[in-house]
């Protein structure tokens, strides 16, 4: 009788134990660059994805993560890598009614410091969406860039999924 | 009538400097630059206005055409001009440029070059070298009855500068409409090649350009890049002829370590023996078969792919994207070019010559041919992409060729000659900026039961 309800409690943990459990995936950068763990209801687009380009949606209509390798760059730093990506997405050809709404602050990624902002524009249908983004010079002048967007203006402070991610951000060099 | 007085005017004051000899060469050369940009900027406005105005490409597109043009304005010899691009707001392809380095594109014919560079500088460069060459200046001067030289005439720009430029202007404007001639479009044409190979540009990206300008002809779309120009069949011709010149002579290979690699890859068997994706083993068997066999690893079945043809030699490109294969054709040998699943893609028709054997470019994007002719057997490399051939042996004799990393090779009696083809570097934009992504909506079809069977309807939009 003990040992029944001893297999019932047992059962009933492990059911529960899978439903709650995060289907976080580890995800190594296909060109060698980093690694990170994408959280549950993070889905990679590979359509929307190239090697140096890989494109996450999450379960929210507009929520978006990607990271984006740049290649050899001349920035100095990567304060003007972000004022001059920030100036241009300000200027014509840039973005719709862009406005900066969090400006440029220090940040550190897997110990590298970088340069976070947020900003929010209007997409081509008339959406309001929000981005944070951060701004990478990394060793070998590789400028590298990882943005995190929303239809919420809560987005431009980044996110708890967003603070996971980066909290096991791995650099492969 | 006010125009001949004008031309008099112009004439009666040259003609009194000539004689006084004002002009000093230096200042002249001077004048004569101030005069084209006073004139290519006096007349910018009203063409910009007339092609929709100018149209502002998104950030990332910009960056790239600025630095194409960039490498290219770095290559020009006129230090006295300052060039400057502007896109037109037209869906009509189109590109012309103004004396005094004003060029401009069309967001039209943006459309049609994509992402293809080497097209971009085929068409910037042609545009520049109008410029470098004073045709549309001269042609306006020439269109004024004007044959004395820019040079000196532009000395009187002081004196008579309001009525010469409004004159000036508006021939400008006429001559423009008409094209500045033939044989400064040839001239513009070939200059314009050279100025992109020597900023890192594929010299075949304009006769890629011609062809997509052609094919492009032949839809709905005017035209309106070949309307003021010569012949483009005859424009190919004289581009693709060049492409040869772009080669580094062939150098007799003396390097010992150099020689025994050679001998090596020429014993040892350098084609890929697989496809990109492993999956089709060529078989060869050393002599002409109809088709070619490949054993498939998936089915584990031989398939036999261009069973028409009686194929002689057969070799995977070094990517394993394609199958080159040389058949006996119905009066010489031909090649073809097959995909990954045995399609034809490509027939090699103009070759000049038998095609006696092959290899392919490290890249996997030309072919060096042995072709033999009357006048003994060359090596020809056919570029895949454009659909163009250059004979590349100097026209030395020879007899087998290897394609290596760094640098063709053929043999020529018992000498290894070497001949490099022209380096291309891809753009990199030196500040480029993120892209910003916004999610993409997927059209997904909608299943419909109907009786027995399932009907897919048009496909709805909905988010991912």
Redesign the interface.
């Known amino acids: 009788m003990v040992e029944r309800k001893l297999a019932i409690v047992l059962l009933a943990a492990v059911l529960l134990g899978t439903a709650g459990t995060c289907q976080a995936f580890q995800l190594t950068d296909p060109t060698g660059l980093y690694s990170t763990q994408i959280g549950d209801h993070w889905v990679y687009q590979a359509h929307h994805s190239t090697p140096e380009l890989m494109v996450f949606y999450g379960a929210g209509d507009f929520e978006l993560l990607y990271f984006q390798r740049l290649g050899q760059v001349a920035y100095p730093s990567a304060l003007d890598f972000a004022r001059r990506s920030v100036e241009l997405y300000a200027g014509p050809g840039g973005l719709d009614q862009f406005e900066l709404v969090k400006g440029f602050a220090e940040v550190e990624v897997a110990g590298h410091k970088g340069i976070s902002c947020a900003y929010s524009y209007q997409d081509a249908q008339g959406n309001r969406l929000w981005e944070y983004r951060i701004f990478l010079v990394l060793p070998g002048q590789e400028g590298f860039s990882i943005a995190f967007g929303d239809n919420r203006p809560e987005a431009a402070s980044g996110s708890p999924f967003l603070e996971d991610v980066l909290r096991h951000w791995r650099w492969l060099f | 009538m006010r125009g001949k007085q004008g031309y008099r005017r112009v004439a009666a004051v040259l003609v009194l400097l000539v004689v006084l000899g004002v002009a000093a060469p230096s200042s002249a050369a001077g004048l004569a630059a101030r005069f084209e940009k006073t004139l290519g900027a006096g007349t910018a406005p009203a063409l910009i206005k007339e092609y929709g105005g100018e149209y502002?490409?998104?950030?990332q597109q910009?960056l790239w055409v600025e630095e194409v043009f960039a490498r290219l304005v770095a290559q020009s010899e006129r230090e006295e001009l300052e060039y400057s691009l502007t896109v037109l707001n037209s869906k009509e392809a189109n590109a012309f440029s103004l004396p005094g380095g004003y060029v401009f594109i069309t967001r039209g014919l943006l459309n049609l070059i994509g992402s293809d560079e080497a097209k971009l500088a085929a068409v910037l460069g042609h545009e520049i070298a109008h410029v470098e060459k004073k045709h549309g200046v001269n042609a306006v001067l020439r269109q004024m009855g004007l044959t004395v030289l820019a040079e000196v005439g532009v000395v009187a720009l002081d004196f008579l500068s309001a009525e010469l430029l409004r004159m000036a202007g508006l021939t400008l404007v006429q001559v423009l409409q008409a094209g500045w001639g033939r044989e400064a479009e040839y001239e513009a044409d070939l200059l314009g090649q050279e100025l992109a190979a020597r900023a890192g540009f594929d010299p075949a990206g304009a006769i890629r350009l011609l062809d997509a300008l052609a094919a492009a002809d032949d839809s709905e779309q005017a035209m309106h890049v070949f309307r003021t120009h010569p012949d483009p069949g005859d424009r190919r011709d004289r581009l693709e002829s060049k492409l040869a010149s772009y080669w580094s002579e062939p150098a007799v290979v003396t390097d010992v370590q150099v020689l025994e690699r050679l001998i090596q890859c020429r014993n040892s068997h350098q084609h890929r023996r697989t496809d990109s994706k492993d999956r089709y083993v060529l078989e060869v068997s050393g002599e002409s078969t109809a088709g070619v066999t490949l054993f498939d690893q998936q089915t584990q079945e031989r398939v036999l792919w261009a069973e028409n043809a009686l194929v002689k030699e057969a070799a995977w490109s070094p990517q394993g994207d394609y199958l080159a294969l040389l058949v006996d054709g119905q009066a010489q040998g031909e090649l073809w070019v097959l995909n990954r699943w045995g399609h034809v893609v490509r027939k090699l028709e103009r070759v000049p010559g038998t095609i006696t054997a092959f290899c392919w470019s490290p890249d996997g994007t030309m072919l060096a041919l042995e072709v033999s002719g009357p006048s003994g057997s060359r090596i020809v490399v056919a570029y895949l992409d454009a659909d163009a051939y250059a004979e590349v042996s100097s026209g030395l004799s020879t007899h087998g060729a290897l394609w290596l990393q760094d640098g063709l090779y053929f043999l020529n009696g018992e000498n290894w000659f070497r001949t490099v083809p022209p380096e291309t570097v891809p753009v990199?934009v030196?500040?480029?900026?993120?892209?910003?992504?916004?999610?993409?909506r997927v059209l997904t079809p909608t299943l419909i039961k109907e009786g027995s069977t399932f009907r897919l309807t048009r496909p709805e939009l909905t988010?991912?």
Not at chain 2, 430 to 440: D, F, G, H, I, T
């Open positions: 502002v490409l998104p950030v910009r990199q030196a500040e480029p900026v993120p892209l910003v992504l916004q999610r993409k988010p991912p």
